[in-house]
C-alpha cells in the first residue's frame, strides 16, 4: 500500500510489529504541518472496495477472428501475437504494484498435438495440428511469465474459447448460449488438458482462477445438469470465479450483491467492461463503480509491439488514481481482492466517539475462511491522528496528504475475535 503515494504528496509510511501505531506528522518533519487542536469529529472511515484488472483471451499466438471460418473469434488484431505482449502485462502489474490476472486460452501454446485426443476443444478436431505455433517465442513468453509471478497472474480461461462438434463450433467452452453447462466428462477434461499444457511449459501448478469463456455461465447447476460447473472445478483447487452478472445463468441465487459463493466458490460481478474485445488499442476513461475492471488483450498493447508501452501506460495512469480514493483501492492480488470484497461488503464498522468498531459476524459466515486474514481500511481526516489497535494488528499504514489526510491501514485479524476496535487520538 506504500506505492500509493503521488511526487508531490508527502508520504509517511509505517511499518509496526504490532501494537500502537506511530505516526510520523506527530513528530514534525521539516515543513510538515503541526496541528494543535486533537478532536476527532474530523474523521470518516471507509472499507475500501478493491477492484482487481482482469484481462481476457490471453495466450493466442494467432491473432485473427476466425469465427467465420469455424475457428475461435481470438483476438481479432491484424498482427500475430508476441513475447512483448506478455511482458506488456508484466508492466502494467509491475507499474500498479498488483497481478492483474491474464485469462489464458492455451491450444495455441500445444506443442506436442495433445489435443487430438480432446477434438472438442480445437477447430481441427482429431486432427489437430499445431506445429505453425512451435517455436522458440513460447519459452520466451513462458519465461516472462514465470519471471513476474508477483505482476502477472495465470488464470483459467479455456483451450479453444469454443466448442466444437461435427467440424462446427458453438459457443462457449465451458456453457453453451442457452445456459446448460457442456458434459461433465468433457468439462472435466477440458480442465485436465488445460494443466497438461500449463505443463508442457512449465507454467505452474493450476491456477486457482477462473473466467469463463465468451462470459456463458451459470451460477449453480443450468438446467439438465445436477453438477455445476463451479462444483467440477471446485474438486479441482479453483477458488474463484470471475464473470459479469448482467448476462450470467441464475443469477437470481448470487446472495451479496457482488459476489456469490457457488458451491463454496466465491463468484465476483465483472460488470460491463468499457471496451468491446477488438478494440486495438484501447484508451480508457469510464469510471469504475464496480469491483473488476475488465478488458480484453488488445485494448491494451499496441499495434506495433515495441509500442505497447503507449498503451500500458494509458491504462497506468487511468487506474493509478483509484488507490487515492478514499472508498476503493486497486487489489494486489486475487486473494487479497476476495477478502477485502467480502470485509466491503460484510464487515460492519461504527464510529462512536473515538473509538472505531468492526464487526465481523456476518464476514465469517462466508466459507473457505474468506475475510479471516487482512483488510484495509481508509481514514479521511482533517488532521493528523494515531490510530491504536484493539483485538487485532495494524501492519502498516501510509499517508496521502492533498488537501485533506487519507490513511491506509492494514490490518491483520486475529480469526479468534469477531470484533476489534481501533482507537483514535
Ligand atoms: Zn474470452
Redesign the pocket.
Known amino acids: 500500500m506504500e506505492k500509493i503515494s503521488r511526487r508531490n504528496f508527502v508520504k509517511n509510511a509505517i511499518r509496526v510489529s504490532s501494537g500502537v501505531a506511530v505516526l510520523g506528522g506527530f513528530l514534525p518533519l521539516p515543513g510538515f504541518r503541526v496541528y494543535r487542536d486533537n478532536t476527532i469529529d474530523d474523521v470518516k472511515v471507509y472499507i475500501p472496495m478493491p477492484i482487481q484488472v482482469v484481462i481476457?483471451?490471453v495466450g493466442w499466438w494467432s491473432g485473427e477472428d476466425g469465427s467465420k471460418k469455424q475457428e475461435p473469434?481470438r483476438t481479432g488484431i491484424n498482427r500475430k501475437h508476441v513475447p512483448a505482449d506478455y511482458q506488456a502485462i508484466a508492466n502494467l502489474g509491475r507499474a500498479l504494484g498488483i497481478r492483474p490476472q491474464a485469462?489464458f486460452?492455451l491450444c495455441e501454446w500445444d506443442k506436442e498435438n495433445i489435443l487430438r485426443n480432446l477434438p472438442t476443444s480445437t477447430w481441427m478436431g482429431e486432427k489437430w495440428d499445431n506445429s505453425k505455433w512451435v517455436g522458440p517465442w513460447m519459452e520466451e513468453a513462458a519465461e516472462i511469465i514465470r519471471n513476474n509471478k508477483n505482476y502477472f497472474e495465470l488464470t483459467i480461461?479455456?483451450i479453444g474459447?469454443e466448442y466444437w462438434e461435427g467440424g462446427t463450433f458453438t459457443r462457449?467452452e465451458w456453457t453453451d448460449s442457452k445456459g446448460q453447462m457442456r458434459p461433465q466428462k468433457q468439462v472435466e477434461l477440458h480442465i485436465e488438458y488445460f494443466e497438461k499444457l500449463m505443463m508442457q511449459h512449465n507454467l505452474g501448478p493450476l491456477p486457482e482462477s477462473f473466467?469463463p469463456?465468451?462470459?456463458r455461465h451459470s451460477f449453480g447447476p443450468s438446467d439438465g445438469r445436477e453438477t455445476s460447473l463451479a462444483e467440477i472445478l471446485a474438486k479441482r483447487g479453483i477458488r474463484y470465479i470471475n464473470t459479469p452478472f448482467g448476462i450470467m445463468y441464475n443469477k437470481e441465487r448470487v446472495q451479496y450483491g457482488l459476489f456469490g459463493f457457488d458451491n463454496d466458490i466465491m463468484t465476483i460481478d465483472r460488470g460491463s467492461d468499457e471496451f468491446q474485445?477488438l478494440v486495438f488499442p484501447a484508451n480508457p476513461s469510464a469510471i469504475l463503480s464496480g469491483p473488476t475492471c475488465g478488458l480484453?488483450w488488445p485494448n491494451m498493447l499496441h499495434p506495433d509491439p515495441d509500442r505497447n508501452q503507449e498503451t500500458v501506460e494509458k491504462w497506468v495512469n487511468y487506474l493509478k488514481p483509484y488507490n487515492e480514493k478514499k472508498d476503493m483501492m486497486l487489489a494486489p492480488d486475487s486473494v487479497a481482492f476476495q477478502n477485502q470484497l467480502a470485509h466491503h461488503q460484510l464487515t460492519k464498522m461504527q464510529l462512536t466517539g473515538n473509538s472505531m468498531s468492526l464487526d465481523f459476524s456476518e464476514t465469517d459466515k462466508l466459507p473457505y475462511k474468506t475475510g479471516n486474514s487482512e483488510l484495509i481500511l481508509k481514514i479521511l481526516t482533517d488532521k493528523p491522528h494515531q490510530f491504536i489497535p484493539e483485538g487485532i494488528t495494524l501492519l502498516s499504514q501510509s499517508l496521502l496528504e492533498s488537501n485533506q489526510l487519507l490513511y491506509t491501514v492494514k490490518l491483520r485479524r486475529d480469526i479468534r475475535k469477531k470484533n476489534a476496535r481501533i482507537i483514535i487520538s
Open positions: 481476457d483471451d473469434f485469462a486460452i480461461h479455456g474459447h462457449a473466467v469463456c465468451a462470459f474485445w480484453h
